[in-house]
């Protein structure tokens, strides 16, 4: 029991998570994490973690990089705030748009800075209008994205998402905002369609709504590269490529979401790489500091830049900006993350660490509990069903995976529980023994899962039946 003073107490009186159920939390409390080392973390008992979500997906280089530390440490001492409109900039904000410049996957013109992945994602559907206006197609403002993407819980990010409980009792998506079929094969594959053709099918299902909607009204189309909160979904054989072909013949603006898939996380620096996107804007965050600061980036094409900078001369400002966008303590925090990364060459280390976690996982495809092991580098989803052959998934009230995660946690092991499936996302500097670690509590976890789940049937069996 905490006591009524306990900062567990205090915390269920005065602090309301964010994507928490804020009635169980009432009941079971906080976790507090007091430290970090490497790739574990600590609770305030001193129990220790490795934790294969990296926080957020987005602590790459684990948590005791003294080298970030000493990065923001010095900007601190010399500059610890200054702000980047009306022509003012700092050091960091602008080497930091040449490195992300230098660093794009496609030819890139410049860089716009926020705070967070949300308000990147924002800033892209506003300039997405924008150069509507700007190119004397104001109509043309729709924008598609698919369901279960994650694109952030602004009004306007969240209207992206395809998840019904980020709208659902917000008045949310707004208007214009449409959503395309989820690209994942294993639960939306019809029988006996190949990938090709699924890929084939999800395309002209584009082209459709394009079509209908009327190409002059539709703007622009949001993805992330693998899909990350709606449960590690890799795109199929040769969905990106028929999709754009579609977004080029219809004028429709291409911007990727990198905000988890930036900066190593499938094995390239950018999943556009790994998936051969062209995207006119690319949003990151995350691993961009590897979340040491927040801060978030937004790039774009030379055409969007020329036709922007026309309207941005005619109105007399570009009326948009945040006072924290390209903070200097988080520009300089994440330039010395580039850095680490291209020293360190984490991006090779990360892809070689991806094939040893998805192999590893695989070993589990056969667990009764599992129906399928999927993702990319270090990304990974393991989805549970109640049965593999009919693909049927257990009944929501049972909670089978926040069973998986709390067995995880009981093993030390931090994972996530998202809709039926369990996520992966290790910290980029994870080593091999690590790796051995996470898919072998992961197995003791979902071992004891399968055990909990026979005695829920059990005991379900055995209930006197009532009238
Ligand atoms: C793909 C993607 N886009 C956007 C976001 C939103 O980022 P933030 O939580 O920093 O607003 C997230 C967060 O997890 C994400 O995974």
Same mark, same amino acid.
């Given at each position: 029991m905490t006591s009524p003073n306990s900062l567990h107490a205090r915390d269920i009186a005065y602090h309301l998570h964010p994507q928490t159920n804020p009635m169980r939390h009432e009941a079971i409390g906080p976790v507090i994490m007091t430290r970090g080392e490497g790739v574990y973390v600590f609770d305030d008992a001193g129990k220790r973690y490795l934790d294969a979500m990296s926080g957020m997906w987005s602590a790459s280089l684990g948590f005791s990089d003294k080298r970030l530390t000493a990065a923001a440490t010095r900007q601190l001492e010399v500059l610890p705030y200054y702000q980047t409109f009306a022509h003012r900039s700092t050091e960091p904000a602008s080497e930091l748009a040449e490195a992300l410049i230098r660093l794009a996957p496609v030819p890139m013109s410049k860089v716009l800075f926020q705070s967070s992945g949300s308000e990147a994602n924002d800033t892209a559907i506003k300039l997405v209008w924008y150069f509507g206006h700007a190119t004397g197609r104001p109509g043309k403002r729709k924008i598609i994205s698919r369901n279960r993407a994650y694109h952030g819980t602004t009004i306007a990010s969240a209207s992206l998402t395809g998840l019904p409980h980020l709208h659902n009792y917000f008045n949310l998506p707004l208007d214009g905002f449409l959503h395309v079929t989820t690209p994942h094969y294993y639960r939306n594959g019809l029988p006996g369609e190949s990938e090709e053709a699924f890929s084939t099918r999800l395309a002209a299902e584009l082209e459709d709504l394009i079509l209908h909607e009327g190409a002059d009204t539709v703007a622009a189309f949001f993805a992330e590269p693998v899909m990350g909160t709606g449960g590690v979904v890799p795109p199929p054989a040769t969905y990106f490529a028929k999709v754009q072909e579609v977004l080029r013949r219809h004028d429709v603006l291409f911007v990727a979401d990198e905000v988890i898939c930036g900066f190593g996380r499938t094995g390239n620096w950018w999943g556009s790489q790994t998936y051969d996107l062209k995207p006119d804007m690319i949003t990151c965050a995350k691993a961009l500091s590897a979340s040491y600061m927040p801060i978030s980036a937004l790039l774009i094409s030379e055409r969007i830049y020329e036709a922007m900078k026309v309207l941005g001369n005619k109105v007399g400002v570009f009326g948009h900006g945040f006072t924290y966008g390209g903070h200097p303590v988080a520009a300089a925090v994440a330039l010395e993350t580039l850095r680490i990364y291209q020293e360190d060459r984490l991006i090779e280390h990360a892809a070689s660490m991806g094939q040893?976690?998805? $192999?590893?996982?695989?070993?589990?495809?056969?667990? %009764? /509990?599992?129906?399928?092991?999927?993702?990319? &580098? @270090?990304?990974?989803?393991?989805?549970?069903?109640?049965?593999?052959?009919?693909?049927?998934?257990?009944?929501?009230?049972?909670?089978?995976?926040?069973?998986?995660?709390?067995?995880?946690?009981?093993?030390?092991?931090?994972?996530?529980? $998202?809709?039926?499936?369990?996520?992966?996302?290790? %910290? /980029?500097?994870?080593?091999?023994?690590?790796? &051995? @670690?996470?898919?072998?509590?992961?197995?003791?976890?979902?071992?004891?899962?399968?055990?909990?789940?026979?005695?829920?049937?059990?005991?379900?069996?055995?209930?006197?039946?009532?009238?």
């Open positions: 040893l976690l998805q $192999l590893g996982l695989q070993r589990y495809a056969d667990h %009764p /509990l599992v129906g399928e092991v999927r993702g990319a &580098g @270090l990304m990974a989803g393991v989805e549970l069903v109640r049965d593999k052959s009919t693909k049927a998934a257990f009944a929501a009230d049972m909670k089978v995976p926040a069973e998986v995660q709390r067995f995880a946690q009981d093993e030390g092991l931090i994972v996530r529980a $998202l809709a039926d499936t369990i996520v992966f996302a290790p %910290p /980029l500097i994870t080593t091999e023994a690590e790796v &051995g @670690l996470i898919v072998e509590r992961f197995g003791r976890a979902l071992d004891k899962a399968e055990a909990w789940v026979d005695a829920e049937a059990q005991s379900a069996v055995t209930e006197p039946a009532t009238l």
